[in-house]
């Protein structure tokens, strides 16, 4: 018994070994190296360099002069990443159906010069409270707010959008989209930014 004991106890220290400290080292080492961006993040800085997000989590946007993201349920106040969830809000809760309405009305208040309905994605949130892209049309929609905003043609806005559009995945997979703080950022970097 005490052999069996002392077998198990050498493989459970060998197996901690390996799996906990020696692979995770090795992987981190290996991340680090070939892809030091991803492995810390995928940051994005500003012009001065300071770390104002990540590309992979959407934040907030108020300014009339930003695209704004997807609504978020993550958290009290959304955007919170340490509390990523969706709402779990079926489609017969009411109160899923008066937040809707409620944002409709904000958002045709906020952008009286567009025109068609709302694209949906700017009322619903995604699985996880975060999801930092947007659909071109919901890109799109945003623009004469903006335009008017920064006091230039929604034109401008839409060459930053086209250069900021990614395509779809190995070219099949998803649909053309923007990152909401890539977008942001670029608005600055190309127009300035707005007073």
Do not use: C
């Not at 692979?23 to 961006?37: D, E, K, R």
């Not at 770390?51 to 993550?74: C, V």
């Not at 904000?106 to 995604?126: K, M």
């Not at 890539?182 to 007073?195: F, K, M, S, V």
């Amino acid at each position: 018994m005490t052999r069996l004991t002392l077998i198990a106890l050498r493989v459970t220290a060998v197996t901690l070994l390996l799996t906990g400290i020696i692979y995770p080292v090795f992987m981190t080492g290996v991340a680090q190296l070939l892809f030091p961006t991803t492995a810390n993040g995928s940051l994005l800085r500003d012009e001065s360099g300071r770390i104002i997000g990540s590309e992979l989590l959407a934040q907030g946007f108020t300014k009339p002069a930003y695209f704004q993201p997807r609504p978020s349920a993550a958290g009290t106040d959304g955007y919170d990443p340490t509390a990523s969830s969706g709402s779990n809000l079926g489609p017969t809760s009411q109160k899923l159906h008066d937040r809707i309405v409620t944002d409709i009305a904000r958002l045709r208040e906020e952008n009286p010069d567009a025109s068609g309905p709302v694209p949906v994605e700017l009322v619903t949130t995604s699985a996880s409270g975060l999801d930092p892209d947007l659909s071109l049309a919901a890109a799109r929609w945003q623009l004469p707010r903006i335009a008017r905003a920064r006091g230039v043609s929604a034109d401008r806005i839409d060459a930053v959008v086209k250069a900021e559009t990614e395509g779809r995945l190995l070219g099949v997979l998803g649909e053309p989209h923007v990152n909401v703080l890539r977008l942001n950022l670029a608005l600055d970097r190309r127009l300035g930014r707005p007073n």
